[in-house]
């Protein structure tokens, strides 16, 4: 299992493209494998025959365990499978339980052939009296991953027919299940059956990254908070300017592009916000690299606007909704959602008013961004309606001071107030 993104420490298996007995050359794609942030592609490290799958579809392992064995065809790999725990009496002992399971199929492959992957055509002919519906058993018997897009998709594994070897519940089946269950006319939702007081979701690889990191967060890292409200007037107005000037461009900007815009510019007059706690020192620096907190269905993702100040409107507008939307295709590279000196993640979109983030370590600090909403504020004697806006900043006290972090959010208040000063 490689390291295939910098904060990667395990990996799970997607899906193999190349099944045992397979010939394989050096730089072919063998897997595909879900890190902490996104699907990547394991390639081969050399040429030979892949002899021997140790952590199946749906498994995980740490990164540095062996997953499978590439060997000339005729070369004797019993020493080595003895030396990682996966001889022939089953996958390597460090494996996850859902990658150890094993089902006997009703026929075994003739020698130097793979067994069928799931979705493949030999499955699906499988005849229809090879397919007994599952047993109330307690258990029933399914592929990691038909198990975890079941639990999903909201459906009772229990009851749909399997139709893989020995009636095993595969991907293809909850995936016509779901198709049956929407093309369904709609009938009340049954009670609970008895014992079924909760069900246990397995952590995907991005939700394990998003506890361990947080959990090195709040805890180690020295946090406080400073709010300030923001009349955001000026700010709507010029927006609505800037995005009659790009229409004939095919492009728009967003609230939130204009306040990554303005909080650029900031850090530009504020170094010492922009920055990293390391150990024995502080990095400043003199680029803006802002992340983007996204959500995507499993966790949360934060690709990074490089060089955000040097940037116009309509390039950051553009960057962070492509970004966004490959993140959720888990499609994103490492690079794209490494290397921020800076966040920011707004929830105005979904009403929230106010929060606190968490910093995302070695950042020093990061914007929880609120909804634009209309309130009524005294201005010189007398009550008036404006669009308002709060940001809370989360410090790491370590690196950046009260003084110094209010300093900042002056700044970014008065470019939202008077978005013309960025130009300046």
């Known amino acids: 299992m490689e390291a295939l993104s910098p904060t990667m420490e395990e990996g799970q298996v997607v899906k193999w493209l190349k099944g045992e007995g397979d010939a394989v050359a050096q730089g072919e794609i063998l ?168 069900v246990d979701i397995p952590l995907t690889q991005m939700r394990k990254t998003v506890a361990r990191r947080l959990t090195g967060s709040l805890g180690p890292v020295p946090h406080f908070f400073l709010t300030v409200d923001i009349d955001m007037t000026r700010a709507l107005a010029a927006r609505v300017r800037v995005n009659a000037l790009l229409e004939a461009r095919g492009a728009k900007a967003s609230v939130n592009d204009l306040i990554i815009k303005a909080a650029a510019a900031a850090l530009t007059h504020h170094p010492e916000c922009n920055a990293w706690w390391q150990d024995g020192h502080i990095r400043r620096f003199n680029r803006v690299h802002m992340g983007v907190a996204v959500a995507v269905p499993d966790g949360l993702i934060t690709p990074v606007v490089r060089d955000a100040q040097a940037k116009g409107l309509a390039e950051i507008g553009r960057e962070v909704r492509e970004m966004a939307g490959r993140a959720r295709e888990k499609k994103l590279q490492p690079h794209e959602y490494t290397g921020s000196t800076f966040s920011i ?51 790491d006290h370590r690196v950046i001071d009260g003084a110094q972090g209010a300093r900042f959010l002056a700044t970014l208040k008065s470019f939202l107030e008077e978005p013309a000063a960025i130009l300046i």
């Open 31 to 198: 897997a595909e494998i879900e890190t902490d942030k996104a699907t990547m592609e394991l390639v081969a490290r050399g040429d030979g025959v892949l002899r021997k799958v140790l952590v199946g579809e749906g498994g995980t392992a740490p990164v540095g365990n062996v997953i499978a064995v590439i060997a000339a065809e005729d070369e004797d790999i019993a020493a080595l499978l003895e030396s990682v725990g996966g001889g022939e009496d089953g996958l390597a002992a460090a494996a996850p339980a859902a990658a150890r399971a094993r089902t006997e199929p009703a026929t075994e492959p003739a020698p130097g052939q793979a067994a069928p992957a799931e979705g493949d055509a030999g499955v699906a002919a499988a005849p229809e009296t090879a397919q007994p519906a599952p047993v109330a058993t307690g258990r029933v018997k399914a592929s990691p991953v038909a198990k975890r897009l079941a639990g999903d998709l909201g459906l009772d594994i229990a009851g749909v027919r399997g139709s893989g070897p020995g009636g095993r519940v595969v991907k293809r089946d909850i995936e016509m299940a779901a198709q049956a269950a929407a093309a369904a006319p709609t009938v009340p939702v049954a009670a609970p059956a008895a014992g079924d007081d909760f």
């Open 345 to 395: 993640s707004n929830l105005g979109m979904f009403g929230i008013e106010e929060f606190t983030a968490v910093i995302n370590p070695p950042e020093a600090g990061i914007l929880a961004v609120g909804a634009v909403d209309q309130r009524a504020v005294v201005v010189e004697g007398q009550v008036v309606v404006q669009p308002r806006m709060r940001i809370t900043m989360s410090c």
